[in-house]
């Protein structure tokens, strides 16, 4: 049988190697891109606007206008040679020049002295910078802008450098912004070199080069961010073929090639995809203000030993041109996620195929399409649709159950969502007809039964039962740090009682800082069950503890997205049971806390 082209790229083979798949893949993401850029086309040229800014007692470090063109054209020239690499010709970021020939830099000064300042201190710098900005001509909501705060600490005589700078980023396709740290060795000139030596507060005793690599690949980075780059890490044959992801730990290999150190930093063929689109790089604003609205239908997802794939058919308006999955294992935040890519065809259908998982891991499957305006879906946030959980084994094998009973459940989430009964019904008995597995038949009964649930007796009141549910039993008291206290349902969202890829039936939503109480009267003998945050949460922290009677019985140590703890506990004589939720001292942001199958027994 003949294959088409499309149907090529659907069943492109694992072994491949990395050129072959950017040499399969671009040719037919760039046909959908220039097909809709065709039609009633609107051209732009957007650029990336640069602002040095400084505290009210400093000025600019020496010779900054020159150091930072050189350095931005240089990060210019490096995404064009990435982009020509994988196929796109030399796309890259636009930047802006005086009538003078060099770059234009936008001098801010701040209010307040270095002291006012620190590296939280993003908010606040954006804001001082806006004036300038606007009266430049330049909408900071609408453009991409880079920032570099003059908040370093330079020793010429010790050769020490310190920086107490914000350096993060975020945006776009549409806007964003970047901060970044100046200071007087920051030089392109020095990127190449082996010596002389500096002492970096951070990084140790390092050479200028490596100092420039960490804080120029930094520059790039960010940028990366504010263009609307997430983290990612190379796969191992795109390591041996390329080298350091610049997205993942790429921001310190920059340039280390110059030194013979290394093969420097590229740019995945993901992350290639997702910029081809980007207003900057493409100079197309065409549908710029349309919102992601990519929705999939019909997704698969099935093991194939130490891989699986994710297949289904999307479908957006503007048209979708690639479909990108990331395999982020438990830990590492999303530094570590490895990445996987489709081109949808014809009529939408496409297959990923994760082969570079993780060992002894759970994880994270998050998928992010791609529309032709540049408009992304977004896998930030515990609601997100495009997430899916897994579990490797050490010997490499696979369990999608979590997310095959997702996949299974889905219509019954949906029509519990939507407080429907008669549809909850309806999908039960599509459930039920289909013979699932029993945990999943009983997260189907348990769900289903959140829209009419009332609790049944605290547990002080149960008189003949040997086991007492404390997801279905009335506490005393409940708080939670979002939201409002949910039992056997997470609010406002398809997220199923799952961890590590784990599913329960049942649970207590707890967003830290959360504290729920049950009164006891003494009657139960040992408290079991498990705690963690849900599968398909991104990011977030957490600290569990059970007190009795105020004394602390059980403490967990920091818990993140994926990791599963477990307790058994003598509870005998105890009147007053205590289940709280802390954040990990990181800030509550995602700290979706659950307490899953919480029992007491006697």
Same mark, same amino acid.
């Given at each position: 049988?003949?294959?088409?082209?499309?149907?090529?790229?659907?069943?492109?083979?694992?072994?491949?190697?990395?050129?072959?798949?950017?040499?399969?893949?671009?040719?037919?993401?760039?046909?959908?891109?220039?097909?809709?850029?065709?039609?009633?086309?609107?051209?732009?040229?957007?650029?990336?606007?640069?602002?040095?800014?400084?505290?009210?007692?400093?000025?600019?470090?020496?010779?900054?206008?020159?150091?930072?063109?050189?350095?931005?054209?240089?990060?210019?020239?490096?995404?064009?040679?990435?982009?020509?690499?994988?196929?796109?010709?030399?796309?890259?970021?636009?930047?802006?020049?005086?009538?003078?020939?060099?770059?234009?830099?936008?001098?801010?000064?701040?209010?307040?002295?270095?002291?006012?300042?620190?590296?939280?201190?993003?908010?606040?710098?954006?804001?001082?910078?806006?004036?300038?900005?606007?009266?430049?001509?330049?909408?900071?909501?609408?453009?991409?802008?880079?920032?570099?705060?003059?908040?370093?600490?330079?020793?010429?005589?010790?050769?020490?450098?310190?920086?107490?700078?914000?350096?993060?980023?975020?945006?776009?396709?549409?806007?964003?912004?970047?901060?970044?740290?100046?200071?007087?060795?920051?030089?392109?000139?020095?990127?190449?070199?082996?010596?002389?030596?500096?002492?970096?507060?951070?990084?140790?005793?390092?050479?200028?080069?490596?100092?420039?690599?960490?804080?120029?690949?930094?520059?790039?980075?960010?940028?990366?961010?504010?263009?609307?780059?997430?983290?990612?890490?190379?796969?191992?044959?795109?390591?041996?073929?390329?080298?350091?992801?610049?997205?993942?730990?790429?921001?310190?290999?920059?340039?280390?090639?110059?030194?013979?150190?290394?093969?420097?930093?590229?740019?995945?063929?993901?992350?290639?995809?997702?910029?081809?689109?980007?207003?900057?790089?493409?100079?197309?604003?065409?549908?710029?203000?349309?919102?992601?609205?990519?929705?999939?239908?019909?997704?698969?997802?099935?093991?194939?030993?130490?891989?699986?794939?994710?297949?289904?058919?999307?479908?957006?308006?503007?048209?979708?041109?690639?479909?990108?999955?990331?395999?982020?294992?438990?830990?590492?935040?999303?530094?570590?996620?490895?990445?996987?890519?489709?081109?949808?065809?014809?009529?939408?259908?496409?297959?990923?195929?994760?082969?570079?998982?993780?060992?002894?891991?759970?994880?994270?499957?998050?998928?992010?399409?791609?529309?032709?305006?540049?408009?992304?879906?977004?896998?930030?946030?515990?609601?997100?649709?495009?997430?899916?959980?897994?579990?490797?084994?050490?010997?490499?094998?696979?369990?999608?159950?979590?997310?095959?009973?997702? #996949?299974?459940? &889905?219509? /019954?989430?949906?029509?519990?969502?939507? %407080?429907?009964? +008669?549809?909850?019904?309806? @999908?039960? *008995?599509?459930?039920?007809?289909?013979?699932?597995?029993?945990?999943?038949?009983?997260?189907?009964?348990?769900?289903?039964?959140?829209?009419?649930?009332?609790?049944?007796?605290?547990?002080?009141?149960?008189?003949?039962?040997?086991?007492?549910?404390?997801?279905?039993?009335?506490?005393?008291?409940?708080?939670?740090?979002?939201?409002?206290?949910?039992?056997?349902? #997470?609010?406002? &969202?398809? /997220?199923?009682?799952?961890?590590?890829? %784990?599913?329960? +039936?049942?649970?207590?939503? @707890?967003? *830290?800082?959360?504290?729920?109480?049950?009164?006891?009267?003494?009657?139960?003998?040992?408290?079991?069950?498990?705690?963690?945050?849900?599968?398909?949460?991104?990011?977030?922290?957490?600290?569990?503890?059970?007190?009795?009677?105020?004394?602390?019985?059980?403490?967990?140590?920091?818990?993140?997205?994926?990791?599963?703890?477990?307790?058994?506990?003598?509870?005998?004589?105890?009147?007053?049971?205590?289940?709280?939720?802390?954040?990990?001292?990181?800030?509550?942001?995602?700290?979706?806390?659950?307490?899953?199958?919480?029992?007491?027994?006697?």
């Amino acid at each position: 049988m003949k294959l088409t082209f499309a149907a090529l790229l659907l069943a492109f083979p694992l072994h491949a190697s990395p050129q072959d798949e950017i040499s399969a893949k671009v040719p037919a993401a760039k046909a959908i891109l220039d097909a809709w850029q065709a039609k009633e086309p609107a051209r732009a040229e957007k650029k990336v606007h640069i602002v040095y800014w400084t505290p009210s007692d400093r000025e600019p470090a020496p010779q900054y206008q020159e150091r930072l063109g050189a350095i931005m054209e240089d990060i210019r020239d490096f995404y064009a040679k990435e982009m020509k690499r994988l196929g796109f010709g030399p796309l890259t970021v636009r930047l802006d020049y005086a009538d003078d020939g060099k770059m234009k830099v936008h001098v801010v000064k701040g209010r307040q002295p270095y002291a006012k300042y620190d590296v939280q201190s993003g908010g606040p710098i954006r804001n001082e910078c806006l004036t300038t900005l606007r009266a430049a001509g330049i909408d900071p909501e609408k453009e991409t802008i880079v920032i570099f705060c003059n908040m370093s600490n330079w020793d010429a005589e010790k050769s020490v450098i310190t920086q107490n700078s914000p350096y993060y980023a975020g945006g776009s396709n549409r806007q964003g912004t970047a901060w970044q740290v100046d200071s007087p060795i920051l030089d392109l000139g020095s990127l190449a070199k082996k010596e002389p030596r500096v002492k970096d507060g951070q990084y140790g005793d390092i050479s200028i080069g490596r100092y420039n690599s960490i804080f120029i690949g930094g520059v790039c980075h960010e940028l990366g961010h504010a263009l609307g780059l997430p983290h990612n890490k190379q796969r191992p044959d795109e390591e041996t073929a390329f080298g350091t992801a610049l997205m993942g730990s790429g921001n310190r290999s920059y340039g280390e090639n110059l030194r013979g150190e290394g093969k420097g930093s590229f740019l995945t063929l993901a992350h290639g995809l997702k910029l081809a689109s980007h207003p900057i790089f493409c100079g197309s604003v065409k549908g710029i203000e349309r919102p992601a609205n990519a929705a999939l239908k019909d997704v698969a997802i099935a093991t194939q030993g130490s891989t699986f794939t994710f297949s289904g058919t999307v479908t957006a308006d503007p048209p979708p041109y690639a479909v990108l999955g990331y395999m982020d294992p438990e830990g590492g935040g999303d530094y570590d996620a490895t990445t996987c890519t489709a081109i949808p065809d014809a009529s939408g259908k496409f297959t990923l195929q994760a082969n570079a998982l993780a060992a002894g891991k759970p994880g994270v499957f998050r998928v992010v399409v791609v529309q032709a305006n540049g408009a992304a879906s977004s896998f930030a946030g515990a609601s997100t649709p495009f997430t899916y959980p897994y579990l490797v084994a050490k010997d490499g094998e696979v369990d999608l159950s979590a997310s095959q009973a997702r #996949l299974q459940l &889905s219509p /019954l989430i949906e029509a519990v969502n939507k %407080r429907d009964a +008669a549809a909850a019904a309806s @999908a039960l *008995a599509a459930v039920q007809f289909a013979k699932p597995t029993p945990a999943v038949l009983e997260a189907a009964k348990v769900r289903a039964g959140t829209l009419s649930a009332t609790p049944g007796p605290s547990p002080a009141e149960e008189k003949t039962a040997t086991v007492c549910r404390l997801s279905d039993a009335r506490p005393a008291s409940a708080n939670v740090g979002w939201g409002r206290p949910a039992y056997n349902i #997470l609010p406002g &969202s398809d /997220l199923l009682f799952s961890c590590g890829s %784990r599913l329960f +039936a049942r649970g207590i939503y @707890a967003h *830290a800082p959360a504290v729920h109480t049950w009164q006891l009267g003494g009657k139960w003998k040992t408290l079991n069950g498990h705690a963690g945050l849900p599968d398909g949460n991104d990011g977030g922290s957490c600290v569990f503890v059970v007190k009795a009677d105020g004394k602390e019985l059980w403490r967990s140590k920091k818990t993140e997205s994926g990791t599963l703890r477990s307790f058994n506990l003598n509870v005998e004589g105890v009147n007053t049971l205590e289940l709280e939720v802390d954040n990990a001292g990181d800030g509550n942001s995602s700290d979706w806390g659950c307490w899953f199958d919480p029992e007491l027994t006697r």
